[in-house]
């Protein structure tokens, strides 16, 4: 009967280490979301208070800052033993849709057809909704974000004075707080960690 137990003692430390491997790898490090909690700040301040330098610093600093995410998702994942190229690519894919989804929404702008503020909440939504899905697919911390910005899109056409400003203070607390807890088990399908 001691061998029975000893053998169920063993399953049972392989069950539990695939376990905690697979919820560490679908955790996102916690520079990723202070980062872009920072950076959506920092923009929607701007786009309230000198809407004049939005294009520019939506043009800029959220290139710069999908570069430094992948970065930093590519140490942790190496760091974890946990790099697959495929996987990576997939993920790297699925963050670059906000900027796909963005050139259509630019395009319309420049054109004259939708003004800035159309433009921005567009953005937004787009956002929102790749945000979300990450949440689906990879960490479900990145949900609340993602809610946060969909509704936030919404609300914009309502909120005229400091809209802007709210909404980035609501997606900076929505990214640092959401993400300073641990992500429940299961938080995705890949055993992967999620790049922006």
């Not at 610093?57 to 495929?86: C, K, Q």
Request: hydrophobic share 50%.
């Amino acid at each position: 009967m001691s061998e029975i137990n000893s053998v169920a003692a063993d399953l049972q430390f392989v069950k539990d280490a695939v376990a905690r491997k697979e919820r560490d790898a679908n955790r996102t490090p916690m520079w990723i979301p202070v980062l872009w909690g920072t950076v959506a700040l920092i923009g929607c301040v701007i786009n309230d208070f000198n809407p004049r330098y939005s294009w520019m610093y939506w043009g800029i600093v959220p290139t710069l800052a999908f570069l430094a995410s992948w970065l930093i998702a590519g140490r942790a994942a190496l760091a974890m033993g946990e790099y697959n190229r495929d996987t990576g690519i997939r993920v790297g894919l699925h963050w670059g849709t906000i900027f796909y989804g963005a050139v259509p929404i630019v395009c319309l702008a420049f054109a004259g057809r939708i003004d800035g503020q159309e433009a921005g909440q567009l953005l937004i939504l787009v956002s929102g909704i790749v945000y979300f899905l990450a949440g689906v697919h990879f960490d479900r911390r990145w949900m609340l974000s993602g809610i946060v910005m969909i509704l936030g899109a919404a609300l914009l056409t309502y909120v005229g004075r400091y809209g802007w400003t709210t909404l980035g203070v609501l997606l900076f607390i929505a990214l640092t707080v959401g993400f300073s807890r641990h992500a429940a088990p299961g938080g995705g399908h890949d055993a992967t960690v999620s790049h922006v």
